[in-house]
């Protein structure tokens, strides 16, 4: 085990903590900053839906892997941000501007809802947000208007300032702009007293009643934020789908948040992002190895939705901590070798059981 | 500082590369090559359309095979890449992604669902790739008017208004009942019918929507009958129409019956207590045994190909295949894409010699269908009732 020596108060606020964890954030960074030199503009507009989704993905990490409520809607939160924002951006309103009102109006959605659903656990919290999220696909639908219904809404593109950004590493660094601040936001959220009243209600709300920490608000606020980071995620997909209609943010794209969040890794904001390329790149590899496969497979229709749903099950039955404990255990196992011992991992939960008001 | 600067510096280098590349790749035409011509198509081969695309896809297949046997067209070989969207609009912009940039098709051809064609549509345009006979009858295929659309059926809006006219004036409808999905697809009629029954002077009385994988059809088919309507249409797909056909029949319903080409299918035909169900369509699935050699060499290629009979949905592919190849023959060895507009706006008076109406486009008319054909359900099988049904 590495042994930190403190030598200032500063190190204590580090949202990084080892120089190994630094180094390989940095890489990344670097990486995604260096990617427009080294991608073709497909792979960039590919890399943006990752962003986005792998942004969507943070949010319901806060609900979900954070505040420990459980929603299979979230797209609905997705949904109300990417039209909030066509139709701002339609009507002539900046991008940062709409972009904005396209969270905090998701978010207001979102605090409501968790408003009315703060007493609820479990499945009955699943079947209300999945409702929820059914209710608002038709409500969108239903809104001719604005939203142009099931015929659905063109996007304009992105104007920054008055500057058109039309090339793809453009609307790369933008797009990784946003995602870097609400990776940042989330960490400090994390360890800021609000952040740490969400993980304390997931982890006992009778421990967290006994604290003092108001839990119904701390619901609303885990909904309030992770709808509205969904929102803004909603908004920049918004300009790589280029064409909205409510059947995308159906039931479909919620499970798939949730997949991502659970193969990622529940509980880490790596884990969202582990699960964002899981899910956004699978479908390339699956397209990548039907080369090598014989030639009555590569013909089948469905052959993606098998493989996806076979790596699901494989990670929920042998690695429930996702990707995210994998490489935590890989890490590990390499630093202690060979003192590596498996009970490491195994979470001590002895207070469920009296924990429960269901 | 240092480290801004050099970011900056990075960020430039990385512009200039981009741009570099983007003005380089300035080829003759994009997706036309010496030895080939590459064409591209998103859609649904695994999701609820599959019975659309899957059958389709391999239609047009089959006219591309053959027509590379044939040794191409003007010597080049024809290259169809598919991509498989599961009728998702976000799998849609994807996969029109990768056809645009990485493959560099020369056109899309039979791209599956109206909100993924245009979304993908909005990709195509910018790079001025023509969008070539999607699977989808909305009007926004072909209307506005726009230099890279070509769409072969007439719309669902037209399909109802060339329904309702006809009965109309052959059974003196006065009253219209609509029942529907609640969808692009439900809304499109429902505009149909709305501006027909308008324009017709008949009293539309109701408009009910489902969602489309609603099964239990009592409540609006009794909604229907008490409305007392001398006419229902049907803005459904196959089950729905089973159902609510079925169930208004049984509950005393009198008035006729219409639908559109999404019913026009032989398991609606086929189900039990369909008779005198009619459906308006803009092509006819072909029967093998009339004896023109034409049908009997398509559905034995087919059936001996995919080891399945084909459907009118591989009868639209093949088609719309055998249409692009024509176009591209007419258009020259010089292919661009204003010579495979221009040579497709000259099609005039085409026969598919499936069964199907004449096509024709022009540059004011980006829809190939030039009248409709009404059938009706008649001892489990389809009937013909009227050829050239004007809209």
Same mark, same amino acid.
């Given at each position: 085990m590495r042994v930190l020596?403190?030598?200032?108060?500063?190190?204590?606020?580090?949202?990084?903590?080892?120089? *190994?964890?630094?180094?390989?954030? *940095?890489? !990344?960074?670097? +990486?995604?900053?260096?990617?427009? +030199?080294?991608?073709?503009?497909?792979?960039?507009?590919?890399?943006?839906?990752?962003?986005?989704?792998?942004l969507a993905g943070i949010g319901l990490m806060v609900l979900t892997g954070f505040s420990g409520q459980v929603s299979f809607g979230h797209a609905a939160f997705v949904g109300i941000g990417a039209y909030v924002h066509a139709v701002l951006v339609a009507r002539g309103v900046p991008f940062p501007l709409a972009l904005a009102a396209a969270g905090l109006l998701a978010g207001g959605v979102g605090a409501a809802l968790g408003r009315a659903v703060s007493a609820m656990h479990g499945f009955y919290l699943a079947i209300a947000t999945l409702a929820f999220s059914i209710v608002m696909e038709t409500v969108i639908g239903?809104?001719?208007?604005?939203?142009? *219904?099931?015929?659905?809404?063109?996007?304009?593109?992105?104007?920054?300032?008055? =500057?058109?950004?039309?090339?793809?590493?453009?609307?790369?660094?933008?797009?990784?702009? =946003?995602?870097?601040?609400?990776?940042?936001? =989330?960490?400090?959220?994390?360890r800021a007293p609000t952040g740490r009243a969400m993980i304390a209600v997931r982890d006992s709300e009778t421990s967290a009643r006994s604290l003092g920490i108001d839990v119904r608000s701390a619901k609303m606020t885990a909904f309030f934020v992770s709808a509205l980071i969904a929102g803004v995620a909603g908004g920049l997909l918004a300009h790589q789908l280029q064409y909205l209609s409510p059947e995308t943010f159906g039931v479909g794209m919620s499970l798939k948040l949730m997949l991502m969040i659970v193969v990622g890794g529940l509980g880490s904001i790596s884990g969202a992002i582990f699960g964002a390329v899981f899910v956004s790149?699978?479908?390339?590899?699956?397209?990548?190895?039907?080369?090598?496969?014989?030639?009555?497979? =590569? @013909?089948?229709?469905? !052959?993606? @939705?098998?493989?996806?749903?076979?790596?699901?099950?494989?990670?929920?039955?042998?690695?429930?901590?996702? +990707?995210?404990?994998?490489?935590?255990?890989l890490r590990l196992f390499l630093e202690t070798y060979p003192y590596y011992k498996r009970a490491t991992f195994i979470r001590q939960k002895r207070y469920l059981k009296t924990g429960r008001f269901r | 500082m240092k480290v801004s600067e050099r970011l900056m510096v990075i960020m430039a280098v990385a512009g200039v590369a981009v741009m570099g590349t983007g003005t380089a790749a300035a080829d003759p035409q994009r997706g036309v090559r010496p030895d080939k011509v590459v064409l591209g198509s998103h859609t649904d081969l695994s999701g609820p359309l599959a019975i659309w695309g899957a059958p389709a896809t391999n239609g047009a297949r089959l006219r591309i095979e053959?027509?590379?046997?044939? *040794?191409?067209?003007?010597g080049r070989k024809i290259e169809f890449l598919v991509e498989d969207t599961a009728y998702q609009v976000p799998q849609a912009v994807r996969a029109t992604n990768k056809l645009v940039s990485r493959d560099g098709i020369f056109a899309m051809l039979l791209?599956?669902?109206?909100?993924?064609? +245009?979304?993908?549509?909005?990709?195509?345009?910018?790079?001025?790739?023509?969008?070539?006979?999607? !699977?989808?009858?909305a009007r926004s295929m072909a209307e506005p008017l726009h230099p890279l659309h070509f769409t072969y059926f007439v719309s669902y809006y037209d399909q109802a208004a060339g329904g309702l006219k006809y009965f109309r004036k052959t059974q003196d409808v006065q009253t219209v009942c609509l029942q529907t999905h609640a969808s692009d697809y439900g809304e499109e009629i429902t505009r149909g019918v709305t501006d027909a029954a308008r324009e017709l002077g008949m009293k539309l009385l109701?408009?009910?929507?489902?969602?489309?994988?609603?099964?239990?059809?009592?409540g609006a088919a009794t909604a229907i009958k008490n409305a007392g309507c001398d006419l229902a249409y049907l803005g459904t797909t196959t089950k729905d129409t089973i159902a609510l056909h079925t169930t208004l029949r049984k509950l005393g319903f009198k008035g006729t019956t219409v639908g559109n080409m999404v019913s026009y299918v032989p398991i609606v035909a086929q189900a039990g207590g369909m008779d005198g169900y009619y459906a308006v369509t803009p092509a006819m699935i072909l029967d093998p045994k009339d004896g023109e050699p034409v049908k009997k060499r398509f559905f034995d290629a087919y059936r001996a190909k995919y080891n399945e009979a084909p459907s009118l949905q591989s009868q639209v592919g093949y088609v719309s295949a055998d249409l692009a190849i024509k176009a591209m023959e007419a258009a020259g060895r010089d292919l661009t894409v204003q010579r495979l507009t221009a040579a497709l706006e000259a099609v005039r008076n085409y026969r598919d010699h499936f069964g199907g109406t004449t096509i024709s486009f022009g540059p004011d008319k980006h829809f190939g269908g030039d009248s409709l054909l009404l059938m009706q359900v008649k001892g489990a099988d389809w009937a013909m009732v009227q050829d050239n049904l004007p809209y």
């Open positions: 020596f403190k030598t200032s108060y500063d190190q204590d606020i580090d949202l990084l903590v080892l120089p *190994g964890e630094r180094m390989r954030v *940095g890489a !990344l960074i670097a +990486l995604a900053i260096l990617a427009p +030199l080294l991608l073709s503009s497909y792979y960039l507009s590919e890399l943006a839906i990752f962003f986005s989704f792998a239903a809104m001719e208007p604005v939203t142009g *219904g099931h015929m659905g809404m063109p996007v304009p593109g992105i104007a920054l300032f008055g =500057v058109a950004l039309e090339e793809a590493w453009q609307q790369h660094y933008l797009y990784l702009a =946003v995602l870097l601040f609400f990776v940042w936001g =989330v960490a400090n959220l994390m790149f699978l479908p390339n590899a699956i397209d990548a190895l039907r080369a090598l496969m014989p030639d009555g497979l =590569v @013909s089948q229709a469905g !052959l993606e @939705s098998f493989i996806f749903g076979a790596f699901i099950a494989a990670f929920i039955i042998f690695e429930p901590d996702g +990707l995210h404990g994998r490489w935590r255990k | 053959e027509a590379n046997a044939a *040794g191409g067209v003007h791209g599956a669902g109206t909100s993924q064609s +245009l979304a993908s549509m909005e990709i195509t345009d910018k790079a001025g790739i023509p969008s070539l006979f999607p !699977l989808t009858g109701m408009v009910g929507t489902h969602k489309p994988t609603e099964t239990d059809f009592a």
